[in-house]
């Protein structure tokens, strides 16, 4: 029966595929695509945390007091019958063998398998050996993962999402989209170079990370969607609106046949677009406006160029620390993707943000605190830095050796105390100072700072003072400034970059940044919303920066626009008590 979910649209465009579902655990686990000869290794790895585990198990046997209830050495004995267990090895055996899943994608799904059918049991007691069931996958993915295997309480999950007879069909050649209930940033980095057609999770808001990384994609993905990963089973047909936010489960064929046309259609319409690619960005008047890129990784460097940016805005290193299992890298490793950034770019300047990790962008998946409570207003970004000052200075070195290939600025994010300011300064001279006492060779950077929080947009004469440019992170801006947390979808709808406090700030920046001589950059996802082109051109922003995917949308708004009228009109729109609908006004 066809039914629709409907969530956040993040990422334009039409995904048709079968799902494939991602179980969620309380050991967070990573999933990719292992290759066919990795198939006997990862079987291994799976055999050995089995074995490990069951040694683990009879060495608990043999410690059960004599007088303990019976039920505890029962207990263990359903666990050594579990780790024998015939369906659940021979299922994870298909996920590895026949889908290449790494191992611990693989148990996780044959989990939800055989949890389904304890599910559909009559008999009480069998029902509630799913518990234990789920006990045991978790000992082993906590084997593999190096932690204890001891597990205190019983385990706590959904229902399971597969049907059985589906195992068999294991085509290679079907589009596959992904739906998880929630993924990490660096789990969506992990999936950059994979198979999957279209992403659709549970939670996140339009502007959390793990949106910003779909979106960096380029392929349909909605977020926010609650339930879906409860509602579709795997294998199921699913069609992706990621135009309208909207899934649709099991369509009939007149529905695919629609979408399929939606399809063709977006697909030439961004063939049209790509004729822009080296029209050069200036308004009707003849203005020139700068689209830089947003990228995560050096690799990307190649895709912005591809699409005619003039530079990279905002290359968020964080992800280079990210999913390393707290290994963070190097000096010399960041220096080298700090270089290939640069280098790739072509002589094009490249804006290298200081890591901001905290909030929805964790290290890792065990590093999620759930003992703070307001992560986005904890350790994050520059706060993270600066309490950690060889880590940072091995950042600053790496950057400032890469300026040597290269233009680079150097960006700090989540500014919002003079103080901050000032130990950033003096930390880039240790930086430099230890450099020189090297010998080593290092390139001058221009310093830039992020206006992310309301003290820091409301505090500028500080920041242009010291620092070259200033680039303003409207999602961030937007989180603070309104207390929404942008990767909670239960307050989605409250988050809104036409809020006249929004369009204040941003206007204010733009204007005394003009007035101060200095560069002023928008890079947040608002640069990059083609419906808010004109807007920003009014309000006199001059430099964009955004994904890549984004940058020939937003040159065709910026070639159609009239700047010089579009400014009385934009502080009309700033005014208003409704600026949304004052926006659909001509
Ligand atoms: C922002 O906050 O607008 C920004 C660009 O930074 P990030 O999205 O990485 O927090
Ligand atoms: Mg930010």
Redesign the pocket.
């Known amino acids: 029966m066809t039914f629709s979910i409907h969530g956040l649209a993040v990422a334009r465009g039409i995904a048709i595929g079968k799902a494939v579902l991602v179980a969620s655990s309380r050991v967070d686990v990573a999933h990719y695509f292992i290759e066919p000869a990795q198939i006997a290794s990862e079987l291994a790895r799976i055999d050995q945390s089995r074995q490990a585990v069951m040694l683990e198990v009879q060495r608990l046997q043999k410690l059960v007091p004599k007088d303990a209830p019976p039920e505890l050495s029962a207990l263990l004995e359903v666990h050594l019958m579990l780790l024998q267990d015939e369906l659940l090895a021979e299922g994870v055996k298909h996920w590895v063998t026949d889908r290449l899943y790494n191992a611990e994608w693989a148990l996780t799904s044959q989990l939800e398998v055989v949890a389904r059918q304890f599910d559909d049991m009559e008999d009480a007691y069998l029902r509630e050996r799913k518990g234990d069931l789920e006990q045991v996958v978790e000992r082993l993915l906590r084997h593999m993962k190096g932690l204890p295997t001891s597990l205190p309480q019983p385990a706590q999950r959904k229902p399971g999402t597969w049907q059985q007879d589906q195992l068999l069909d294991d085509s290679h050649d079907v589009p596959l989209v992904l739906i998880a209930h929630d993924l990490s940033p660096a789990d969506m980095l992990q999936f950059k170079q994979s198979v999957f057609t279209g992403f659709v999770t549970d939670v996140g808001g339009k ?1 959390s ?1 793990t949106a ?1 990384v779909a979106r960096s994609l380029d392929i349909p993905a909605v977020v926010g969607a609650r339930n879906a990963s409860h509602l579709v089973h795997q294998d199921d047909w699913v069609i992706i609106d990621g135009d309208a936010g909207v899934i649709i489960v099991s369509p009939s064929p007149i529905i695919l046949a629609e979408y399929a046309f939606k399809q063709r259609q977006a697909q030439l319409e961004r063939e049209r677009l790509t004729r822009l690619r080296h029209t050069p960005s200036v308004t009707l008047a003849g203005q020139k406006i700068q689209l830089l890129a ?1 990228i995560e990784l050096p690799e990307d460097a190649a895709v912005a160029l591809s699409v005619g940016a003039v530079g990279v805005g ?1 290359f ?1 290193s964080e992800f280079l620390f990210m999913g390393r299992e707290g290994e963070l890298p190097g000096e010399e490793e960041q220096y080298q993707a700090y270089r290939r950034a640069v280098e790739g770019m072509k002589g094009l300047p490249v804006t290298i943000r200081t890591v ?1 990790v905290g909030a929805d962008k964790p290290l890792d998946r065990t590093s999620k605190d759930e003992a703070h409570l307001n992560p986005a207003l904890g350790l994050r970004a520059i706060r993270w830095s600066l309490a950690d000052p060889s880590m940072f200075l091995s950042q600053l070195r790496a950057i400032l050796r890469a300026a040597l290939h290269g233009s680079v600025n150097l960006l700090i ?1 989540m500014l919002a105390h003079t103080r901050e300011i000032h130990q950033t300064f003096v930390l880039l001279a240790q930086a430099r100072e230890q450099l020189d006492k090297k010998g080593v060779a290092y390139g001058a950077v221009k310093v830039g700072a ?1 206006i ?1 929080v309301p003290a820091a947009a409301l505090n500028l004469p500080v920041f242009l003072k010291y620092f070259d440019f200033l680039s303003v ?5 937007i989180q603070y400034t309104l207390a929404i947390d942008r990767a909670d979808e239960q307050v989605a709808h409250l988050y809104d970059p036409l809020h006249p406090a929004i369009l204040q700030l941003v206007a204010n920046t733009i204007a005394q940044g003009a007035a101060a001589g200095k560069d002023i950059s928008l ?3 608002m640069a990059g919303d083609p419906t808010l082109t004109r807007l920003l051109l009014g309000l006199g922003l001059r430099q964009f920066s955004m994904h890549p995917t984004q940058i020939l949308r937003v040159k065709q708004e910026v070639l159609r626009a009239d700047a010089g009228r579009l400014a009385a009109w934009a502080q009309r729109v700033m005014a208003a008590e409704d600026p949304a609908a004052e926006m659909l006004v001509p």
């Not at 992170?473 to 801006?477: A, E, I, Q, S």
């Open positions: 502007t990370h910003i947003n905002l968020r901001d994010p992020m992310e992170g409207t999602n961030d801006l890079c947040g996802e």
